[in-house]
């Protein structure tokens, strides 16, 4: 089967091109083709329309840093290491940090394992012109910057979060061209930048040679400032969702309040981004030839809600563990399929090596598999499992069950009949409970026995 789709892929267009794109706390029903919300989504809806729409599609950590270090490694970030956030704390707490401070903080000397393969590095060896633009959140330091893990241009933020004027993460300049820190567009609403460097990238390769783009969003996160009314030392008064007064006023008086409505408006204007994209590959005749891939990096945060899932960000529930996803290869993928098929951002990697027919490094272990074939309709989902674990938070999915233990709430829940999951079975089920535990075990000791890997595993 894995020689049919590499014969299907080189027949069909040589190396495709590749559009990796990634928003931020982007909630499962945060798309307006899903109907449940006012969300003004058009190309977004259209790239649905045209590929397939994943609806049981997870990722691995329910916030952004280990969740995106899996989307450019393929592998857990209890393997990769990065299973944890690489944040200034004090910032919980009105805290600014001074240049000399900031530079020995966590945000600046943490990052992904210098030894982790990413897919840029993947793809560049294999003949792609690979770029990055967006946020990147692997870490700071010129060594876990883009150009030094396969990517041969960079246009965005290291950290995990800016002003979307300012582009300043709680005080401190983010911005970056290459490795360099840069304030030349100071003022501009940062959505507006990384269209203008993804549209630069596309225009300098398409036609020309394969390119690997990975666009990823800071939208729609809250900005990184503090709201008016922040002291030092006290808990911060959060700024929320910044977004340009044309796209807010299409929500004012559609949703309940002003916070929401900036967080569809930066949904909006995201999506215009993502249409100028779609347009300039139409343009350049590129279409059949470009594979375009969306997901959101986790559940949604300041969305109005997650329902009929249960839960947002940083909790196991699953409206911090599923999210939307979009798979566009024209004549390759059907048009206008939705799949409830049992999928992951582990995939991602091994689906993309395959379609590009690439070869996987030596001596790297995958955590998912190419998903071609299940997209396709031809397959079910060969996965049955997949596990997760946030500091003490832990949770586990095995065919029709999700088991949790965590901070915010335990239980056993059968998700083909309860996918709010509401009734907890675990007294009902007890074997099955069982059952769960000593699965996450099993993989919690795969985990350990992994070579290890930084920044945050004791070795």
Partial sequence: MLFFLWLVCVCHAGQPNVILIVSDDQGYPDLGCIGTKPLITPNLDKLAAEGVRGTSFYVTWPACTPSRGSVLTGRYPQRNGLYDMVRNDMVNFGHLYSPEEYAVSPEMTLGLDVREVTIGDM????GYA????????????????????????????????????THERYGVPSLFRGNERTQEDQ????????????????GEHAGKQPFFLYLA?????????????????AKKVAEGVQAPEKYVAMYRGKVKDEKLA?????????????GALMDAIEKTGQQDNTILLFLSDNGG???GGNAPLKGGKSSMWEGGLRVPFIMRWPGVLPAGEVTDEFLTSLELVPTLLAASSSKAPDGVKFDGFNMLPVLRGEAKSPRTAMFWQRRGDNAARFEKWKWLESAKGNGLYDLRTDLGEKHDLSAEKPEIAKMMRDRFSKWRAEMDAAEPRGPFRDY
């Avoid at 900036?262 to 993502?274: F, L, P, S, W």
């Fill in 123 to 126: 793809l560049k060896k294999a």
């Fill in 130 to 165: 690979t770029g990055c633009v967006g946020k990147w959140d692997m870490g700071q330091a010129q060594r876990f910057l883009p150009l030094q893990r396969g990517f041969d241009f960079f246009y965005g933020h290291g950290n995990n979060g800016i002003d979307y004027y």
């Fill in 187 to 202: 003022g501009t609403y940062v959505t507006d930048v990384f269209r203008r460097e993804a549209l630069r990238f596309v």
């Fill in 217 to 233: 969003f800071n939208a729609p996160h809250g900005a990184s400032s503090f709201g008016k009314g922040t002291t030092e030392g």
């Fill in 262 to 274: 900036r967080y569809c408006g930066a949904v909006t204007c995201m999506d215009e981004a993502i």
């Fill in 301 to 303: 945060s300041g969305n």
